[in-house]
């Protein structure tokens, strides 16, 4: 059993790799465009996934003070409305996603920071993996992290300041925690 995804897709199949939980269901995969070692592919502890819920929840008159009948609500919802609908603000640098995977501890999905995982070798290792990506993969979010690249090409500096200031910025927080 292979299992494919591209995008976020690509993320999911890898955190597969990852958990503890999909062990022994496929032996290989492909993940395009996206890891589980993409900042965007998961909540981090400290990105408060919960508010985020109840967030959404509150917009569509879902309950909040039962997480079961919240999901439950939530779930109920067209895909299409919670996408266009859903009105959350988000910080900077999660693209608003709010709904990727929660580290969330022993004997969870995914136990623990992916790097940290791999780091101390405790994954699906059996499991084979091509990765890779599409050339301009994630373009479309360059005009919103740098709304100059509208006025034409950079030069090699302007690139390396963009990339500094409007982007490793952003994100490096997500790491250090």
């Known amino acids: 059993v292979t299992i494919f995804g591209q995008s976020a897709g690509g993320a999911s199949v890898s955190h597969h790799i990852m958990s503890p939980h999909s062990e022994g269901l496929f ?14 592919s998961l909540n981090y502890p400290q990105s408060d996934p919960v508010n985020y819920t109840i967030q959404v929840a509150e917009r569509f008159d879902c309950p909040t003070d039962d997480s ?16 266009n609908k859903s009105g959350v603000t988000c910080s900077p640098g999660h693209f608003c996603l709010g ?17 940290l995982l791999r780091e101390r070798g405790e994954f699906n290792q059996d ?30 500096e302007e690139f390396h300041y963009y990339l500094q200031n409007n982007l490793l910025n952003m994100w490096a927080p997500s790491f250090d925690e």
């Open 127 to 156: 499991i084979k993996l091509m990765s890779g990506f599409l050339s301009d993969d994630g373009s479309f979010y360059t005009v919103a992290f740098i709304p100059e690249s509208m006025e034409g090409g950079f030069t090699r």
């Open 99 to 115: 709904h990727q995977p929660v580290v969330d501890g022993p004997g969870g999905f995914i136990p623990d920071m992916p790097y």
């Open 68 to 83: 079961l009948a919240m999901v439950d609500c939530l779930r109920g919802l067209e895909q299409w409305e919670l996408r």
């Open 27 to 40: 032996h290989n995969v492909i993940a395009e465009s996206g890891t589980d070692m993409n900042f965007w």
